[in-house]
């Protein structure tokens, strides 16, 4: 019986050897492997007939050819699928018809984002991030905003650690002295962000928004700067002329401040609810770095001077888009965001 045994194994592993193709090898694994008629089964069969005191022994033997017969054949097989056809090589069937996945793409405030970095990257500037996750300090505190001042009024958020004084911040500005602080002057950085506010939401008003802060710090900066740099932006993303108006603004961080309004492209000037009646809408305050804003950011404001501006950048897709409601950017409605 053992030497029986023996036999197959050997034979197997010839046969298992010279197999070339896969029908071969299906073939092969029947003659030892049917249940039915293999020939292992029929080994197994067999050993009821050995005397019980050799039969576990045997037993083993059969298991440890069975073992081996099967690892002869798996290692046979990959070879085979390695130095096979194309066809019996590849396991992706690229006739099969597949359902298709429906691909996203990038959210419109996304897409407007990266057009403006690359106009800013042309112009020397750097993209930075900052956290949204902002503290009093930097978001009103270094802004020349303090606890005292009224301007907080109007950039209510969402409080979030009474104790560290931690809170969505409420506009990219916070990064303007975040900046200073790491490059030190001169500077040139644009920094696109989600901003909060805790305010009631209507076509013009969102709790969740988007900013692009602009800052440029070196010797000798002016109003001048402010203005070629403006145009360079708007042309760039507008490609249409746009009527834009430059009136005085007040905001802290910036002294002279001013507004940059441009025409409402969505009612031509008319009025409507997006500008408010008014046909012009607020898209970039800006203005010249307040010096202790630079002392905040450690840079001395004797040597240098700069422009910081606050793009709304939201405020900016609707007008490109001529979107009349900011709830839809937010809204996660794919009948929209199809669209772009
Ligand atoms: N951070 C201001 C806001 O969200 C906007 C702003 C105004 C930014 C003037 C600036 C600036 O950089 O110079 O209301």
Redesign the pocket.
Known sequence: MELDIKKIKDQALKEIEGIKNSEEWEQIKNKYFSRKSGELAKLLKDLKDVSEDLRPKVGALANQVKTEIESALDIKLSSLKNNGSALERDFIDVTLNVEKYKLGHLHPVTQIAMELEDIFKSMGFMILDGPELESDYYNFEALNIPTWHPARD??DTFYIDAKDKLLLR????PV?VRAMQKYGAPLRCVVPGR?FRNEATDASHEHTFY?L???MIDKDISITNLIAVMKELLSGIFKEEVNVRLRP?Y?P??EP?FELDIQCLICGGKGCPVCKQSGWVELM???LVHPSVLKYGGIDPKKYSGF???LGLTRLVMMKYKIDDIRLLQGGDLRFLNQF
């Not at 409420?170 to 500005?173: D, G, K, L, R």
């Open positions: 109007t950039q409420t506009h990219t500005s303007q901003v900013q802060e602009g800052l603004g905001f961080f910036v401040a305050p800006c203005g910081a501006f606050g």
